[in-house]
């Protein structure tokens, strides 16, 4: 007695599990970290509570520039906004020159923030992976410049500025922040977690120069701490006040010291004042809507990185 064997079919699709592409892995890491991190009702509370009272200076401001200087002194003051918004903001650009100010501060912050992002990368990354005689000692003194005041070198920087025919000129304000100490030690920490020595040495392999390798291997990775310094900088840069009022005047201002000539006079328009405030910060909040979302994609991807 025999036994037919049946044919085997080979043609049977095996059913296996298709590979995940990155947006479907990057939807499951998304998926699974929702489901590990949980925020409670209390997170929530205290989130709006911070929103609110973060907001509120900016949402202060904007009412007491649109009342008068009458209502602004009033007891309780007023929490809704009035309708004089429009003309006090037309009244605070023209009295203050609110014009060339924002174009002077555009050109001071934008350069000075331009310049410490290069030179503080460039710092950062020879402290930071770069081996020469001195780093260490050189490190120190620029951390150590971090704790001298500022006010004490006005009176020889203004002496040096006066020397070199810039008094009243916006090189006067420029020139002595072209970098920071703060900005070094920023980057120098940030590429000393997220620039892995391989990487160098990959490129030190291939003929790199150090030059060729800031460029094509250390750029790219510190792209998002270089967008964070950029807006802190350039913020800092904007607002500064004390140098240049020391070395500018009121014929070539930048946007603090022109909203001071709006509290000249006997009697101090409060709601004038709030009004060139709120011109001032106009610029910074535009900047912020526009790149906000890119500097905080910038931060989770190099954190992702490092």
Do not use: C
């Not at 934008?110 to 310049?115: D, P």
């Not at 240049?244 to 000539?261: H, I, R």
């Not at 912020?288 to 905080?296: E, L, P, S």
């Amino acid at each position: 007695m025999t036994v037919n064997s049946l044919p085997v079919r080979t043609d049977t699709p095996v059913r296996t599990s298709a590979p995940k592409t990155p947006r479907t892995a990057r939807r499951l890491l998304r998926i699974r970290a929702g489901r590990q991190h949980h925020a409670g009702p209390l997170a929530y509370v205290l989130l709006a509570v911070m929103a609110i009272v973060s907001v509120f200076p900016l949402y202060w401001t904007m009412v007491a520039a649109s009342t008068d200087n009458t209502r602004v002194s009033q007891t309780p003051p007023p929490f809704l906004p009035g309708p004089n918004l429009f003309s006090n903001l037309a009244r605070a650009w023209d009295e203050a020159a609110m014009g060339k100010a924002m174009i002077n501060s555009l050109i001071v912050a934008g350069v000075i923030a331009l310049s410490t992002v290069l030179f503080a990368t460039l710092a950062g990354f020879a402290f930071a992976k770069l081996r020469f005689k001195g780093r260490n000692i050189l490190l120190t003194l620029v951390i150590g410049t971090m704790m001298v005041p500022p006010q004490l070198g006005v009176v020889p920087l203004f002496m040096m500025m006066s020397e070199l025919g810039w008094s009243q000129q916006l090189p006067a304000v420029i020139f002595p922040t072209l970098v920071s100490a703060v900005g070094v030690f920023f980057m120098r920490q940030y590429l000393s977690e997220a620039l892995p020595d391989e990487l160098v040495e990959a490129g030190r392999v291939d003929g790199a120069h150090s030059l060729r390798i800031f460029w094509s291997i250390v750029l790219p990775v510190a792209r998002p701490a270089m967008a964070v310094l950029f807006m802190i900088t350039f913020v800092h840069a904007w607002n500064d006040f004390f140098w240049p009022f020391v070395v500018l005047d009121m014929t070539n201002p930048t946007v603090p010291v022109a909203l001071t000539q709006l509290s000249a006079g006997y009697v101090r328009d409060q709601s004038l004042i709030m009004a060139g405030a709120l011109l001032g910060t106009l610029p910074l909040l535009a900047m912020f809507i526009v790149f906000g979302r890119q500097i905080v994609s910038g931060i989770m991807a190099g954190a992702v990185k490092g």
